[in-house]
Each structure stands twice: as structure tokens, then as C-alpha cells.
T-cell receptor
Framework: AQKVTQAQTEISVVEKEDVTLDCVYE???????LFWYKQPPSGELVFLIRRNSFDEQNEISGRYSWNFQKSTSSFNFTITASQVVDSAVYFCALSEAWYGGATNKLIFGTGTLLAVQP | NAGVTQTPKFQVLKTGQSMTLQCAQD?????MSWYRQDPGMGLRLIHYSVGAGITDQGEVPNGYNVSRSTTEDFPLRLLSAAPSQTSVYFC????????????FGSGTRLTVV
């Protein structure tokens, strides 16, 4: 069975601090996709990144970076020099491979509430 | 180019009432799904569909019905609303293929009193 664990329920940091959000996943599939979504106070879900299981390269996008390690089944998300606008709930999610016959289900973790204080 | 449209955005129901949450997408996506979001629980999959005429249960299907008569629409029905169904509901769709992500609607906030 697939499962995503975000052990950090809430994190509070002061602006300009770096913060890492942890994500650990479980799957028996050899091919799968991992995602991060941001949910700001307005409530919509904002797509941040998708990573497939064959690509373990770390990715950086501005102040955001992601560390994917298959050996530890982790896909952690780091925000460098956090800003108040980063305050949101962040969700990690897992989907099985998108080949014919797959159910395409997207399984979410319980989310981490990040509060960035000015 | 509306993406995924959910209606209504807000709804208050009395216990026992029925209603349908609407979800429509204009991207010709084959895969559609419904999630509910509750505090501390993340988003949990209710039902999903891999194409017109095909639906299946997710993690928390009890109390909800779905049908998929067209590619565009995937309504979620509450036959007899209960306070435990108070939640925020999200609809999502995805095109079949290796390179596409999921598109989410803006959500429906449902309160059952």
C-alpha cells in the first residue's frame, strides 16, 4: 500500500531562516511520482514540483530546493531565507506510475503548517 | 480555458439533506477524482474515475456516490448529509500520459448542521 508521512505538523520560523519540510513515503511500485503542493490561507492548492522515481537529482527553483533520496524513501523540501509569504500548509503526495491500467491515484500526506514570523 | 471548475464554493446543509457537488473540466482529461480535506488529515481520496463510465472507490467512499457519464463532468453526490461530512472538497483531473500533472479545482466548503 502507498503511504506518505509528514511527521512535522507545524513549524514556526522567523523570516530569513532556512526551513526543511520532511516527507517520507512508502510504495511497492518501482516507478512512481512524488509531488509537493502549497496551500496558502486562501485555500487553493498550488503545484510546486513533480519528481519521478528514476530521477534522483536534487532540484532548485529560486529559494526552493528538493532532496530526493530513494535509499531513505524521502523527498524533503527546503525553503531558503524564508519569507512571510511562504506561510502555508505544504503537502507531499505520491502517485503510482501513469501507464495504461494504472489507477493514477494521488495519495497525500497530512501536511505541514509553516508559519513564518516577521 | 477554465481548467477544473467546482460549484458551489460554499454550501450549508441540514442533516439528512441531499446535494450534488459539481466538477467540470474542459481539458479533455480522462482521470478525475474527489478529495476531502479535514484538519490534521490531509486530503483523502473519496472516489476517482479513469474515464467516462468507469468509477472506483478511494480511501473514504462511504456516504458518497459518483458517476461519470461524460469526460467533462464528475459530480459527487451526498444522498443523506451527516455532520461528519463537513469538510472542504476538492476535485482534481489529469490527462493520461507520462508528462502531466494534476489540476485541482478551487474547492467547495461544505457545512452540515
Amino acid at each position: 500500500a502507498q503511504k506518505v508521512t509528514q511527521a512535522q505538523t507545524e513549524i514556526s520560523v522567523v523570516e530569513k531562516e532556512d526551513v526543511t519540510l520532511d516527507c517520507v513515503y512508502e510504495t511497492r511500485d518501482t516507478t512512481y511520482y512524488l509531488f509537493w503542493y502549497k496551500q496558502p490561507p486562501s485555500g487553493e492548492l498550488v503545484f510546486l514540483i513533480r519528481r519521478n522515481s528514476f530521477d534522483e537529482q536534487n532540484e532548485i527553483s529560486g529559494r526552493y530546493s528538493w532532496n530526493f533520496q530513494k535509499s531513505t524513501s524521502s523527498f524533503n523540501f527546503t525553503i531558503t531565507a524564508s519569507q512571510v509569504v511562504d506561510s502555508a500548509v505544504y503537502f507531499c503526495a505520491l502517485s503510482e506510475a501513469w501507464y495504461g491500467g494504472a489507477t493514477n491515484k494521488l495519495i497525500f500526506g497530512t501536511g505541514t503548517l509553516l508559519a513564518v514570523q516577521p | 480555458n477554465a481548467g477544473v471548475t467546482q460549484t458551489p464554493k460554499f454550501q450549508v446543509l441540514k442533516t439528512g439533506q441531499s446535494m450534488t457537488l459539481q466538477c467540470a473540466q474542459d481539458m479533455n482529461h480522462e482521470y478525475m477524482s474527489w478529495y476531502r480535506q479535514d484538519p490534521g488529515m490531509g486530503l483523502r481520496l473519496i472516489h476517482y474515475s479513469v474515464g467516462a463510465g468507469i468509477t472506483d472507490q478511494g480511501e473514504v467512499p462511504n456516504g458518497y456516490n459518483v458517476s461519470r457519464s461524460t469526460t467533462e463532468d464528475f459530480p459527487l453526490r451526498l444522498l443523506s448529509a451527516a455532520p461528519s461530512q463537513t469538510s472542504v472538497y476538492f476535485c482534481a483531473s489529469r490527462e493520461t500520459g507520462m508528462s502531466y500533472g494534476y489540476t485541482f479545482g478551487s474547492g467547495t466548503r461544505l457545512t452540515v448542521v
